[in-house]
Structure formats: C-alpha cells, structure tokens
C-alpha cells in the first residue's frame, strides 16, 4: 500500500499522527468493502481558504468544506470491485501495480471546528472525514436517501471496528 501525506504549510496543529490515522482508517475502510488490491491513496491537509478555491474549482461551490473525495475509479456498485481490471485497465500504476484509488483532501480547520462543535475528540473528527472520504473514493455517496443509509452504516461500522466512538 501506498499512503501519500502532505501538509500544506501554516495549517493548524491537530496534534495526533495524521499519517498514522490516515493509514489504520483507510486500511479499515478497504477491508470494510473487501477490495482485494493493494492501493495508492492519498491525502493533503490544508485550510479553509485552500479547500474553499478547491471546492469552487471543482465543484462550482464557493465555501469552504470539510473535506473533498477525488475517485480515481467509477463503480458500478459500492465497494464492487469485481470489473475493476477489465473496465479500468490504466487504473493501475505501472511500476507498482497498486490500484490508484484517488485522493483526500482535508481542512484542519474544519477537523478543529467540528471536532468542538460536535463534542468529540479531533481523533473521531479525522478519523470520520477519512473514513468517509474512503468510502467516496469506493463509489459510496450520499445524494440519495437510500444511498444514505448505506454509506452512514458502513461509516459507523468502519469507525465502531476501529473502536474510535463519539
């Protein structure tokens, strides 16, 4: 597996090992779905402004957000990774073999400002962003009520297997 961690300057301390967290909540999330690849992931830390310019970018919203999912893959079915190589060929990288599943981006300002908000620990926060933000990356999403259901079950499994509650 490969784990990519960047921290953009200046951004606040969440003081917990993010890369440590990173690893043991994505790793939890691709045993959740059963994908059978070794994968490439990864994540930037950064701030509201940073998150914001990238939200309005690439998504056409003008605010900041807690955190954004970049899917290398698109999924016919959640967590199906059955048809990944004959659909996805270039979907893996060359020299590693490993599956490029995409990338996270994260605002430590938001992990701080929820974290307080909700009343939990900046560990469940991050955690949570990260557990949710691999299921994105998976084909999860959350658009539709019933799509909801599954994706806020999967994310509570991942977090209770973890034993990281609110």
Known sequence: MTFSVECDEGISELDLDVRQVFEKVALAALEYTGCPYECDISLTLTDDDTIREMNREFRETDRATDVLSFPML???KPGDFSNIEEDSPDAFDPDSGELLLGDIVISADH???QAAEY???V???YAFLI???????????????DEASVMEQAQNDIMEKLGIRR
């Open 111 to 113: 992990v701080l400002a």
């Open 119 to 121: 009343g939990h620990t």
């Open 74 to 76: 698109e999924f016919e």
């Open 131 to 145: 557990a949710h933000s691999m299921l994105h990356l998976q084909g999860f999403d959350h658009m539709e009520p």
């Open 123 to 125: 560990l469940r926060e």
